[in-house]
């Protein structure tokens, strides 16, 4: 499956066009999770590179963040039963990013 369609590759863009002008509080435009383990993100940004991601972050350790990821490195995850990251197909947002965060430290995982 294709993490990123061009459809979402350009919605990340397009947010992170406007976090440097402006808006920086997103929705999340796509939800990857491992499928046979507890990792799951929410982004918001791609990065002129095509490589660098924005979002919330949450490894299954209980300590969701926000941060950056590399889209290449999470293709190439394995995880334990050796399947591939998968995305959401389901997931639409219906808060910004903010909230999602404040919402997963609560909890100690992302709610989406």
């Given at each position: 499956m294709?993490?990123?369609t061009?459809?979402?590759?350009?919605?990340?863009?397009?947010?992170a066009?406007?976090?440097?002008?402006?808006?920086?509080?997103?929705?999340?435009?796509?939800?990857?999770?491992?499928?046979d383990?507890?990792?799951?993100?929410?982004?918001?940004?791609?990065?002129?590179?095509?490589?660098?991601?924005?979002?919330l972050?949450?490894?299954?350790?209980?300590?969701?963040?926000?941060g950056?990821a590399?889209?290449?490195?999470?293709?190439?995850?394995?995880?334990?039963?050796?399947?591939?990251?998968?995305r959401?197909?389901?997931?639409?947002?219906?808060?910004?990013?903010?909230?999602?965060?404040?919402?997963?430290?609560?909890?100690?995982?992302?709610?989406a």
């Amino acid at each position: 499956m294709m993490l990123l369609t061009p459809a979402i590759r350009s919605q990340l863009r397009r947010n992170a066009d406007l976090s440097v002008r402006r808006d920086r509080d997103h929705c999340p435009v796509v939800k990857l999770f491992t499928p046979d383990a507890q990792a799951t993100w929410l982004f918001t940004e791609l990065a002129a590179d095509g490589d660098t991601l924005f979002g919330l972050c949450d490894l299954g350790l209980g300590c969701p963040e926000l941060g950056y990821a590399s889209l290449a490195e999470i293709q190439s995850l394995r995880v334990p039963l050796g399947l591939l990251v998968e995305r959401d197909r389901h997931f639409r947002a219906d808060k910004r990013l903010s909230a999602y965060a404040e919402e997963a430290r609560r909890h100690g995982r992302i709610v989406a």
